[in-house]
């Protein structure tokens, strides 16, 4: 006999280790939602991060959740919340007890290869060139990847400071929708001297018609433009990668989902993140697996993080023993 199934969810705020600094300003603090499942005797857990540029609010999410059934499944799920942070949450605690009910893990459930450890950029916060090549520096020696924060003004040199700073790193940049208006082609090749190897969401989300005919000599990755497989078709022919958030997505459902069908469209992959703690990073991982470029340093970013939580020594990140 099937066991009904709580639902409880809440709120919780984490603080950034400093700030966290990108084109649309800066945060010190993330609000996360918690969801708890229990079929009174398991409980799985699952976090999100509200996606803010879409008008998200963890107040809202906690709302959409508390409104649904208690005998949601993953597979209602999917047509109940639409793709955000509320699904998200749900949704990976809905795995989380599942795994637990059969006594296996995650990535078992999911039919997914046992999860290796993973190379993950860090992120270099917007700033000056002078700051953002002393924080580059002082993470060149841990780091092998670094994702720096541009802002469409003076990114070049922000990029070339960088590079000073870690002369042996591989270099992501991510515009943040920042060069809309701009030679797109021209502001990429600037960066060419300094062997960027991805530049995200150039333009806004909406926009993304302003790539049609541009040929950078840098490949570009949807971010904001990219949420879900209904996206896939606008970001062909505009864009080589799509980034995969799991508070985009909706979920590890959706997300492992659209990873299949970006790729059987000819898109390379990346997975990231929004800041979380370690419990939100978990699924993202195993969707990360194999993937080109990684970017889950969420965690790392806050002045904390849970008592079970990832490793990032020396750039790698790796799950807590006995855990996802």
Same mark, same amino acid.
């Given at each position: 006999?099937?066991?009904? %199934?709580?639902?409880?969810?809440?709120?919780?705020?984490?603080?950034?280790?400093?700030?966290? $600094?990108?084109?649309?300003?800066?945060?010190?603090?993330?609000?996360?939602?918690?969801?708890?499942?229990?079929?009174?005797?398991?409980?799985?857990?699952?976090?999100?991060?509200? $996606?803010?540029?879409?008008? *998200?609010?963890?107040?809202?999410?906690?709302?959409?959740?508390?409104?649904?059934?208690? #005998?949601?499944?993953? *597979?209602?799920?999917?047509?109940?919340?639409?793709?955000?942070?509320?699904?998200?949450?749900?949704?990976?605690?809905?795995?989380?007890?599942?795994?637990?009910?059969?006594? %296996?893990? +995650?990535?078992? /459930?999911?039919?997914?290869?046992?999860?290796?450890?993973?190379?993950?950029?860090?992120?270099?916060?917007? !700033?000056?060139?002078?700051?953002?090549?002393?924080?580059?520096?002082?993470?060149? !020696?841990?780091?092998?990847? /670094?994702?720096?924060?541009?802002?469409?003004?003076?990114?070049?040199?922000?990029?070339?400071?960088?590079?000073?700073?870690?002369?042996?790193?591989? /270099?992501?940049?991510?515009?943040?929708?920042?060069?809309?208006?701009? #030679?797109?082609?021209?502001?990429?090749?600037?960066?060419?001297?300094?062997?960027?190897?991805?530049? *995200?969401?150039? +333009?806004?989300?909406?926009?993304?018609?302003?790539? #049609?005919?541009?040929?950078?000599?840098?490949?570009?990755?949807?971010?904001?433009?990219?949420? #879900?497989?209904?996206?896939?078709?606008?970001?062909? !022919?505009?864009?080589?990668?799509?980034? $995969?958030?799991?508070?985009?997505?909706?979920?590890?459902?959706?997300?492992?989902?659209?990873?299949?069908?970006?790729?059987?469209?000819?898109?390379? $992959?990346?997975? !990231?993140?929004? /800041?979380?703690?370690?419990?939100?990073?978990?699924?993202?991982?195993?969707?990360?697996?194999? +993937?080109?470029?990684?970017?889950?340093?969420?965690?790392?970013?806050?002045?904390?993080?849970?008592?079970?939580?990832?490793?990032?020594?020396?750039?790698?990140?790796?799950?807590?023993?006995?855990?996802?």
């Amino acid at each position: 006999m099937r066991r009904t %199934i709580k639902i409880t969810a809440r709120i919780e705020r984490w603080p950034v280790a400093g700030a966290f $600094i990108i084109a649309r300003g800066a945060k010190t603090h993330v609000d996360v939602i918690v969801v708890a499942v229990s079929d009174g005797v398991h409980i799985g857990c699952g976090e999100a991060t509200p $996606i803010y540029y879409k008008g *998200e609010t963890a107040e809202g999410a906690v709302a959409a959740i508390t409104a649904l059934s208690r #005998d949601v499944d993953r *597979e209602a799920l999917q047509s109940c919340l639409p793709a955000g942070a509320a699904r998200n949450a749900l949704d990976n605690a809905l795995w989380d007890l599942a795994a637990q009910q059969q006594g %296996i893990a +995650v990535w078992q /459930l999911a039919g997914l290869p046992p999860p290796q450890p993973l190379v993950t950029a860090m992120t270099v916060s917007l !700033g000056t060139p002078e700051k953002m090549e002393t924080d580059a520096r002082a993470l060149s !020696g841990q780091f092998g990847l /670094l994702k720096l924060k541009l802002s469409g003004e003076g990114d070049s040199e922000r990029v070339a400071a960088v590079r000073r700073g870690a002369p042996a790193a591989r /270099l992501i940049v991510d515009a943040n929708e920042s060069w809309t208006g701009r #030679d797109i082609a021209a502001e990429a090749g600037a960066l060419l001297p300094y062997g960027v190897e991805l530049i *995200e969401q150039p +333009v806004k989300a909406g926009e993304d018609h302003l790539l #049609d005919g541009v040929r950078p000599p840098i490949p570009l990755a949807a971010d904001e433009s990219c949420h #879900d497989r209904a996206d896939l078709a606008r970001c062909k !022919g505009r864009y080589a990668a799509i980034n $995969i958030k799991l508070d985009k997505a909706g979920g590890l459902t959706e997300a492992l989902a659209l990873k299949d069908e970006a790729r059987a469209m000819g898109f390379d $992959i990346m997975v !990231g993140c929004m /800041l979380s703690t370690s419990l939100g990073i978990a699924p993202a991982f195993l969707v990360a697996q194999d +993937v080109k470029w990684v970017d889950l340093d969420g965690s790392m970013l806050l002045a904390k993080d849970r008592t079970h939580a990832f490793n990032f020594a020396g750039g790698i990140l790796t799950p807590p023993a006995n855990r996802y």
